[in-house]
């Protein structure tokens, strides 16, 4: 699909200079981020360089067993940074986890199906990686607002369990404005698309020499499964987390308000 | 005996607010009055179960309350809230909830009736309503579930006074007609003499 390009080093360090401008922005307008900058650049530069040798590797290996096992570590990370993120949820890491797990699972799963990816490490570990970023995004926000929805209609869930409600039948309504939040701001993203941003699957593909049809094509194709997977996601994180705001008896635990 | 407590504490929000209570209260009506921190409501919640004592036993109808069936307790022992929460909807949307989410229905018009509404509210939007009209819907949502108890929780003090009066008026009717055994909690003891036979007060987490 592509002629692969090739980048120096001696690019990527004339792309410094562009430092440069941010470190003397900074040090004019008295930011003191110049030292934060500098670590910036530097863990960029080593991580990514990592992570591009561990890719290298991992496209020569070919070994779909090794990608599962690649899955497996981000789907964990994601689920280790979304809990810190979703403080209001109590117990939120299993949710989370589950949530990645099975959208990381079914969005994989259904393109290698539908034929729309060869089943091989080069397409899919980017596209795990991207599903699984927004997969991560999208339950960390809705749970989050799940968290104070919950607090802030705590009379009107109670109200409700005390007509004999049960917790599910008590959360629906939350759980219906959660989703939406959680799932708005990529609908909005899709919307404008190439309007407002030019999404970076696009733009790398551009940079890379692709014929612009083919880099909008795939663009599109990572759009809509990335829709279907934060959908996913951000479903399956409430649907197995509204249960830790209640008890077997269907009463909204206290501590998890306070 | 309709509701039994032995030897009951209960917290809320970290604090105990209930000492060791113990608390016969027979069927009919029955204030529970003492000022606002005294434990009056977490009383009520305990009775259908929003929230469960850290130590002690509630019985209901001589049973322990754990072992009825939690939902269709908090049908047949119905609790109104101090503060109206309407869903979404209309009145009748609010009136038929309950029975609704059990999977039956309810008669709207009659609800609506005993709680002192008339039946043109049913098409009424809820939160176009005054804050005495969301008080008689709430009250008419939990008489739809034909409830054999009435949990009220400062069923008036969002009101002026005016409303209050036909809101107790109301109670006072539907307890001599409905074969309903009311529990108010209020902090006025002049409105438990008008709404109740028996009075209970409740102070400090204990029954004085």
Redesign the interface.
């Known amino acids: 699909m592509t002629g692969a390009i090739e980048v120096s080093l001696w690019e990527v360090a004339a792309a410094l200079v562009l430092v440069a401008v941010a470190v003397g922005a900074s040090s004019w307008q008295g930011a003191a981020l110049e030292n934060d900058i500098g670590v910036a650049v530097i863990r960029a530069f080593v991580q990514l360089t990592a992570v591009g040798y561990g890719i290298d590797l991992l496209f020569d290996q070919d070994s779909v067993a090794l990608v599962l096992g690649l899955v497996a570590v981000m789907v964990l990370l994601g689920a280790l940074t979304a809990r810190h993120r979703a403080r209001a949820v109590p117990g939120a890491f299993w949710p989370i986890l589950g949530a990645l797990a099975l959208a990381a699972g079914a969005t994989l799963g259904l393109v290698i199906a539908l034929g729309v990816f060869e089943p091989k490490p080069r397409y899919l570990v980017p596209v795990a990686g991207i599903v699984i970023g927004n997969a991560m995004t999208a339950a960390a926000v809705a749970l989050n607002r799940l968290g104070d929805e919950v607090a802030r209609s705590r009379?009107?869930i109670?109200?409700?369990?005390?007509?004999?409600?049960?917790a599910a039948?008590a959360a629906r309504?939350l759980l219906r404005r959660s989703l939406r939040s959680g799932l708005i701001p990529l609908v909005d993203q899709t919307k404008t698309t190439g309007l407002i941003t030019f999404p970076g699957i696009m733009v790398g593909m551009l940079l890379a020499g692709a014929d612009p049809v083919d880099a909008v094509r795939l663009q599109l194709i990572i759009l809509y499964t990335l829709l279907g997977a934060v959908s996913l996601s951000a479903l399956i994180a409430m649907s197995l987390a509204y249960r830790n705001f209640f008890?077997a008896?269907?009463?909204?635990r206290?501590a998890a308000v306070? | 005996m309709l509701f039994d407590l032995c030897d009951v504490t209960a917290s809320r929000g970290g604090r105990v607010v209930l000492r060791s209570v113990d608390l016969a209260l027979e069927e009919g009506s029955t204030a529970v009055v003492g000022p606002s921190g005294s434990g009056k409501s977490t009383l009520l919640r305990l009775l259908n179960r929003l929230a469960d004592p850290d130590a002690g036993e509630v019985r209901y109808r001589g049973r322990p309350l754990r072992t009825h069936d939690v939902l269709r307790l908090r049908r047949e022992v119905a609790l109104v809230p101090q503060l109206p929460a309407l869903v979404e909807g209309t009145v009748a949307d609010n009136v038929e909830l309950g029975a609704r989410l059990a999977g039956q229905g309810a008669d709207v018009d009659r609800a609506l009736a005993l709680a002192g509404l008339e039946a043109s509210f049913g098409p009424r939007l809820a939160d176009g309503l005054s804050v005495g009209e969301q008080q008689r819907v709430m009250l008419a949502r939990a008489l739809a579930l034909e409830p054999s108890v009435l949990l009220l929780d400062e069923p008036t003090s969002a009101l002026d006074e005016r409303t209050r009066a036909a809101v107790e008026a109301t109670l006072v009717r539907l307890a001599s007609e409905l074969d309903l055994s009311l529990l108010v909690v209020t902090h006025d003891p002049a409105q438990a003499r008008r709404l109740a036979r028996r009075t209970v007060t409740v102070a400090g987490g204990r029954i004085a």
């Open positions: 009379r009107e109670e109200a409700t369990l005390a007509l004999g409600a049960t039948q309504p008890t008896a269907h009463q909204l206290e306070e």
